[in-house]
């Protein structure tokens, strides 16, 4: 099995087609994250997607909905790269998604049959040692998450933290993704990464990737297949309606 590193330039996707990743997977991505959190994807979905995925050689990681350990389990058998974990405001809340995303040391029920078993043609040290390797992103994106920055950055086992900065902006009480507050926020939230030496995500638009890369950001979520798309349309649209 592959080894995947969450790093470089990715996007959400948040249409039902594994088309979409087929295209995405053109396009010299790093990842792409299916958005299991915020759009229509249930389990059958998330499986065609990641057939998807491995046709594309696009590495694929799951926003998953919530903490649970089933959750967890059951798209990381699929074959996701990794999970995105959304309202991990504590190091506790860091130490029970790792737990449920890992083999040794944690709770994650094994079978070598799915997926990630290459369908029992794998062998099982190099499954768990393989699988115990995806990537368990961390979405910082409360006051509290980042009062607890530090400790959920040291947490064994967390790849990197990815700051949700519109759940930041509700949470603080104030308005807008650059809002002062918010930007202290990531720069916090960056500085722990740093320290704990795993990676420092953002959700940002692409003006913004030379601001938070100067910040110390390496991974960046840019947009969805929706925005994309709707980028690119309306450009064609503002072009032809040029005089």
Known sequence: MPTFEFDGIGTFIKTDSPQVVEVLGTCALDFAVVDAEHAPFDLVT????MVASRAAALPLLVRVPDHRDATILRVLDMGAAGVVVPRVDTPEDARAV??????VGGRR???????????G??????MIAASDRSA?????????????????AAVPGVAGLLV????????????????????????RTVAAARRSGIVAAVACGPAEIAEMTAMGVTCFVVGSDQSLLA???????GRLAAP
Do not use: T
């Open 109 to 119: 029920g094994i079978s070598p049959s799915p997926r990630n078993g290459g369908y």
């Open 46 to 49: 998330i499986d065609r997607m």
């Open 164 to 187: 949700g900065r519109l759940d930041l902006s509700l949470s603080l009480g104030v308005s807008g993704v650059r809002h002062p507050q918010v930007m202290a926020g990531v720069e």
């Open 136 to 152: 368990v992103v961390c979405q910082i994106e409360s006051g509290a998450a980042v009062a607890s920055v530090d400790e959920i």
């Open 98 to 103: 790792v737990a449920a995303a890992r083999y």
């Open 231 to 237: 980028s690119a349309a309306s450009a064609l649209r």
């Open 121 to 126: 043609s794998i062998p099982l040290a190099e």
